[in-house]
C-alpha cells in the first residue's frame, strides 16, 4: 500500500521551543516561535511546523501539519497530493466514517480529499475503509476550526518568557477575534464542507467489471 504524502516520517518532527512574545499587529502577547515566518501563521493561528523532506520513517498515525494545511486549503489528495477537483467543479472526499456535524448542520471533517484516481485503490487496500467508508463530492469548503495545543506563559518578568503547555488536542473554532487563538498552536485544520452529496462507487465497480 502506498504511504499517503499525508503521513509524518520521523525525520520531518522538529523539536523547536515556543514562547510568548508582544505582538504589535494584535497589541497583546502571543505565542510564536524563536523565528517565526509568514507560513507558521494562518486564520491568526500559530502552526505547528514540520521538515518536508520524508527523511527517517514513516507514520501510519501521525500527520504532517503542514503538507495537510495545504491539502485542505488547495483541495490535493491526502495520498497522492493532486487535485481533486472533478470536471463538473466539485471535488472527490472519501470519509471513514460520517463526517461530523456542526452545531448549525453543516457538516464538518478534519480529512483531507482523496482524488478520483486513488480512491478505488484506497478502498482495496485501507483495513479501515474496508470496513466503513462514504464516497462523497463537495462544492466547496471554508475553514471552520483547529484541532490545537494551548499553551501559557511561563515565569519570568520580561518577554520573551518560555511557553508552557497547559491542554492537549482541543478544538477551537477559527473565529476572527477569539482570545484563544493567541494562546493555541493548530495541528489539524477543520473544515466546512459545503453541499456534501454522496457519490456512487462507480470508479470501483468499472475495475471490478473488468476481466
Ligand atoms: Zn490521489
Redesign the pocket.
Known amino acids: 500500500m502506498r504511504i499517503p504524502d499525508q503521513n509524518l516520517w520521523t525525520g520531518e518532527l522538529l523539536d523547536l521551543p515556543l514562547f510568548f512574545d508582544w505582538d504589535p499587529i494584535v497589541e497583546d502577547i502571543r505565542l510564536s516561535y524563536s523565528d517565526p515566518t509568514d507560513d507558521d501563521w494562518d486564520h491568526g493561528l500559530l502552526w505547528v511546523r514540520h521538515g518536508l523532506d520524508r527523511a527517517g520513517k514513516f507514520r501510519w498515525k501521525a500527520i504532517n501539519t503542514p503538507r495537510t494545511r495545504v491539502m485542505m486549503r488547495e483541495h490535493l489528495?491526502m495520498?497522492?497530493s493532486?487535485s481533486c477537483q472533478r470536471p463538473d467543479g466539485r471535488y472527490w472526499w472519501l470519509f471513514v466514517n460520517d463526517p461530523d456535524i456542526a452545531p448549525d448542520g453543516t457538516s464538518i471533517t478534519n480529512l483531507p480529499p482523496?482524488?478520483g484516481?486513488?480512491i478505488p485503490e484506497s478502498l482495496a487496500t485501507c483495513p479501515r475503509l474496508a470496513e466503513r467508508s462514504r464516497v462523497a463530492s463537495v462544492a466547496g469548503t471554508s475553514p471552520y476550526a483547529a484541532t490545537v495545543d494551548l499553551y501559557e506563559p511561563g515565569p519570568g518578568d520580561s518577554l520573551p518568557v518560555p511557553a508552557v503547555k497547559v491542554c492537549h488536542e482541543v478544538n477551537v473554532l477559527l473565529d476572527k477575534g477569539s482570545e484563544w487563538l493567541r494562546y493555541a498552536l493548530g495541528k489539524q485544520p477543520w473544515l466546512m464542507l459545503h453541499d456534501l452529496r454522496d457519490e456512487p462507487l462507480v470508479l470501483a465497480e468499472q475495475q471490478e467489471a473488468q476481466p
Do not use: D, G, K, L
Open positions: 489528495c495520498v497522492c493532486r482523496t482524488c484516481a486513488c
